[in-house]
């Protein structure tokens, strides 16, 4: 195949949703009740793989999972932008482990590649159709 190489944010993006689907893997993994249930773990695994197809599109350059990533971003910004507000307040509430963890993982990454997601040099690179 002769494709040109990935540009370096298109290869950032992927890197960052394989690695968010590792960590969330790890991470749910890592607070489930032992001895391990099946179908507790089938969806860990499920969702890993979800992060994975995601990061295998960008790499591919769908514009689909272009879409897909700017949502995830802008979703996971204002959901924490929330849950912050929530927390200065002090509301009485208890978050996972897993879930502070994957924050501090999550907000500064989104906050890099939501810009450049939308730029215009992200649609010229994302133009392949789905099917």
């Known amino acids: 195949m002769n494709e040109t190489p990935l540009p370096p944010g298109v290869r950032w993006a992927a890197l960052f949703f394989a690695a968010n ?24 695994i499920g969702n890993g793989l979800l992060y994975a197809l995601l990061a295998l599109g960008l790499t591919r ?43 501090l993982f999550e907000v500064p990454s989104c906050a890099l590649l939501l810009p450049y997601l939308r730029s215009p040099e992200a649609a010229l690179v994302f133009r392949r159709p789905l099917l």
């Not at 993994?29 to 179908?39: G, H, I, M, N, V």
């Open 61 to 103: 350059r769908f514009a689909l999972c272009r879409s897909v990533a700017m949502v995830y971003c802008l979703a996971t910004l204002v959901t924490y932008a929330v849950v912050l507000a929530m927390a200065f307040g002090q509301a009485p509430l208890a978050f996972p482990r897993s879930i502070v963890v994957s924050s």
């Open 21 to 44: 689907g590792l960590a969330h893997l790890g991470l749910t993994l890592a607070e489930l009740p032992r001895p391990l249930a099946f179908w507790p773990v089938w969806q860990a």
